[in-house]
C-alpha cells in the first residue's frame, strides 16, 4: 500500500477497536474535516509560493501538458467536470493532451436533455377564473397534486444527470440552478420550474449574457423574486438587489440608490395572470430618468442587465464562481484576472471561460485534488454511474428522495443564495447517511447472486464497517426517515462485472498492484484509514467507499 497523505486516526480509550470493528461516525467526520483542513492549507501555501517559484511551476505544467493523460488524469477530469467516470467513459480520453481532452469535452456539451419529461410539462395552467372558482377541498388537491409533480419532475432530472452524455452539462445546470435560485416554495406550478430547467441547460455552456437576460424575465423567477408585482410608484428591489449581489458583480460593488434606481427599471416585467407567462406591462413601467452604476438615462430593465455586464467586476465575479466549482475554495487572484479578461473579451461566451480554467495549472496541480466536497447530487448520480448501478422505472424519484435527504432538494433551495456548498454538505447526519446509502449499494449486489455477508468473513472487520450498528448508529437511525434506511427495492449492482474490469473477483484477495487500481479508481486521493490486510476485493472496495476520502473529488 502507498503511505497515506492523511493522519492515522486513534481511537480513544473504551471504543470500539478500529481495525477490529471500524471507525464510528465521528471519527470519520473528524477525519474529513482534517482532510479538508489540511487540503486548503496545501492550497494557502502554493498561493504563497514566491513568484519565481511559481513561474518554474508554470513552465513545468507547460511540459506536462504535451504528455498524454493517463487513466488517472483522464478520470479526474471527467469526474472534476461531470460525475463519477466508469471506465468506459474513461477510456477515449487516455492518450489526449489536455488541451485537446478538454476541447473534446466542451465539444460534447448538450443543450437539451434527452429524457423525455413528464406529459403534464405541455399542461396549460389552470385560469383565473378557474382557480377562483375552486372549492377549499379542490384546492387542497392541487396542492398535493403540484407537490407529487414536484416529486416526479425531481425524479426526471437526475434519470438525466444519470444517463446524459454530457454530464458537464448537467453539472453546469446544476451550477446555474444554484447560482440564479427558484423553488417550489414560490413557484406554485412545476411547469414553471421545468421550463427554467431548460432554459438554464439551454444556455449551460452558451452566453452568460444571454442567459442573464433570459432568466432574469422567466417566470419562476419572477415569481421567486417577486418582480412580477414591481410596479412604478410601488417598485419591489428584492431582483434588483440579488442580481448585482448574487448574480454578476459581488457584494461591494453597488450602492443602495443603485438597488432603488434598478428596481425602477425593472417595473412593467410582470407575468399574464391566466398563463403564467411572461409579458411587460407599459403602464406600470417607470420610464423616467434614472442613475445607475454612475450612468443616467431613461433606462429599462434589459439596458440595466446591459450595464452590468459592461462591468467588469461581472466577468470576475462569474470566473470565481466557477473556479469555486471547479477547482478549489481558495481562488487565484492572478489566475482569476486573466481568465476573466478573456471571458468578457469573448463577450461572455461560457466555453471560453471554462476553457480556461480547465487548461489552466491549479486545476492540474495535485495539490487541488480532493479538496472539494460531493455534492448530494453528485454523490448519488456519482455512484449510479460509476457502478452502472440499475434501477427500476421510478426508482430515479427514489434515488433524488435520497439526494434531498443528503441535504440538497432539487428545484427547492434554502434561499436566494441557494445551497451553501463545499464542507457544509457534510455533518455527522449527512455523512451517517452518506454511509447508509453506500450498504445499500452492497445490499444491491443481492440481485446479481452476490451475497455481500459471506463475499468476506472480514468484513465486519474492515474500518467503516456497518454490519454490526453500535447503539449510537442504532438511535441515529431510527431518527432518520423511513426512505433513508431502506435500500431501494430496485437497484442492482453487478459487483462481478465491475469488479471484472480490474482483473478480479468479489472473492479474490487483491495484490499491492490491484489495491492501488482499485483506489484510482474511486477515490480522488489516498484512503484516510488503513484497510485491513488480506481483505477481498469486494471487502476492500468497500472499504474504500466508506472511507472519508470518498467524500471528496
Known sequence: MQPSRFPDFHVAPG??????????????FIALCLMLTSALTAQAAQNNTPRRMRNVHRTEAAAVDADPLDATDAR???????????????APYIGMTRERAVDTLLAGAR????????????????SVEVRRAWTQD???????????????????WVREMVTTRSPLTER??????????SGEDKTHYPQLMFRQNALLRRDALGNFGDLLHAVSKDPAMLQYLDGAGSRKGRPNENFAREVMELFTLGEGHYSQRDVTEAARAYTGWTLDPDTLAYQFNPKIHDDGDKTFLGKMGNFDGDQVLDILLAQPETSTFITTEL????????????QIASIAERFRESHYDIKTALRGLFLSEPFWDERNRGVLVKSPAEFVVGAVRGF?????????????????????????????????????????????????????????????GVRPAAANAKTSAMPGSMSGPT??????????????????AGLRFDLDAWLAQYNTTPDARPNLSMQLQLQRAVLAVSPADAIEPDVTSSAYLRALLMDPAYQLK
Request: overall charge negative.
Open 15 to 28: 471504543s470500539p477497536d478500529r481495525r477490529g470493528r471500524g471507525v464510528s461516525i465521528a471519527a470519520l
Open 471 to 488: 447503539p449510537n448508529m442504532m438511535t441515529a437511525a431510527a431518527m432518520k426517515p423511513a426512505a433513508m434506511q431502506r435500500p431501494h
Open 76 to 90: 479526474f477530469l471527467l469526474t472534476r467536470t461531470g460525475f463519477e467516470a466508469d471506465a468506459i467513459e474513461v
Open 172 to 181: 453546469m445546470t446544476l451550477f446555474w440552478h444554484d447560482h440564479f435560485p
Open 323 to 334: 473556479w469555486r466549482e471547479f477547482i478549489s475554495d481558495t481562488p487565484d487572484p492572478a
Open 111 to 126: 443543450t437539451e436533455a434527452a429524457t423525455p419529461p413528464p406529459a403534464w410539462v405541455t399542461e396549460p395552467i389552470p
Open 138 to 156: 379542490e384546492r387542497r388537491d392541487d396542492q398535493r397534486e403540484q407537490s407529487r409533480r414536484y416529486e416526479e419532475l425531481r425524479g426526471w
Open 388 to 448: 452502472d448501478l440499475g434501477y427500476g422505472d421510478q426508482d430515479t424519484t427514489a434515488l433524488a428522495a435520497q439526494v434531498r435527504n443528503f441535504g440538497e432538494n432539487l428545484f427547492y433551495p434554502p434561499n436566494v443564495k441557494g445551497w451553501p456548498g463545499g464542507e457544509n454538505w457534510i455533518n455527522s447526519t449527512t455523512l451517517l447517511a452518506r454511509k447508509q446509502f453506500i450498504e445499500q449499494l452492497f445490499r444491491a449486489t443481492e440481485a446479481h
